[in-house]
């Protein structure tokens, strides 16, 4: 094992034990909470000690990039590739055929244009609806900081829900950046409040995954409902820039 996939082990292994933790503290079982080791703007190379290290679900933000990766390292096929940026509408394509999770549909635009996409190659897609909870311009997603805002975003995701190639799996959401993992629990309690309303609404919906959480607050995340963890700079260290991924 080489030293680049025995440190990076070392720190998935210990992720792992942290999400257990954050769970049993929470009274949750660990065994549902999955952690997604992000290797966006990461190399090849790192992306390889990653699968080799014991990460079986790897995310990505730029569909070409993770289209790259996922040709290059095509030997291991059990690796989940997970899509967790926003897509342009022009990038549709690429996610549809490509990727085994959607974590960031974040309009009805988008999931029409995905859903012709994957009827054009006979695969069902899932996806997660993101939610911008925060209530920050910057972020993409159905607004869902008020929650009085809510009922207004039912027609819209009742129209996703009956795209017959889109598969909706839960929720997403990126909170406001803090400067502690404690400022990110009210948003992740937010998008739980989130889940259940929708979940009455659509009951014969599956929306059991809530995908949030990341390397500052992920323990926060895992207390208060985290079905998927986006664990990247504290298990294969900080981003490359993009002129040296590759």
């Not at 909470?33 to 990653?50: D, M, N």
């Amino acid at each position: 094992m080489s030293d680049l996939v025995q440190s990076i082990r070392e720190r998935y292994l210990q992720t792992l034990d942290n999400i257990a933790n954050a769970a049993h503290n929470a009274g949750r079982r660990p065994e549902p909470i999955k952690l997604v080791v992000v290797t966006k703007s990461q190399s090849v190379e790192v992306t390889r000690a990653a699968i080799e290290a014991g990460a079986y679900m790897l995310g990505e933000n730029y569909p070409e990039e993770g289209v790259m990766k996922r040709q290059a390292l095509r030997e291991f096929s059990a690796v989940e590739w997970h899509m967790i940026g926003h897509v342009q509408s022009r990038k549709a394509q690429l996610v549809a055929e490509n990727f085994n999770l959607l974590h960031s549909l974040d309009s009805l635009k988008l999931a029409k244009r995905l859903d012709r996409f994957c009827s054009e190659v006979g695969r069902t897609l899932p996806v997660l609806l993101e939610f911008n909870v925060g209530g920050e311009d910057s972020k993409s997603g159905w607004l869902a900081g008020d929650e009085a805002l809510w009922p207004a975003t039912l027609d819209e995701i009742a129209a996703v829900i009956a795209l017959p190639n889109l598969q909706v799996r839960g929720l997403m959401t990126m909170p406001p950046l803090g400067e502690t993992a404690e400022f990110s629990r009210p948003f992740f309690q937010k998008l739980k409040r989130l889940q259940e309303y929708l979940a009455s609404q659509f009951p014969h919906t599956d929306f059991t995954e809530l995908s949030m959480g990341t390397s500052g607050d992920y323990e926060v995340a895992v207390q208060e409902g985290a079905t998927l963890v986006r664990v990247g700079t504290a298990i294969v260290g900080a981003r490359q820039y993009k002129s040296e991924v590759g």
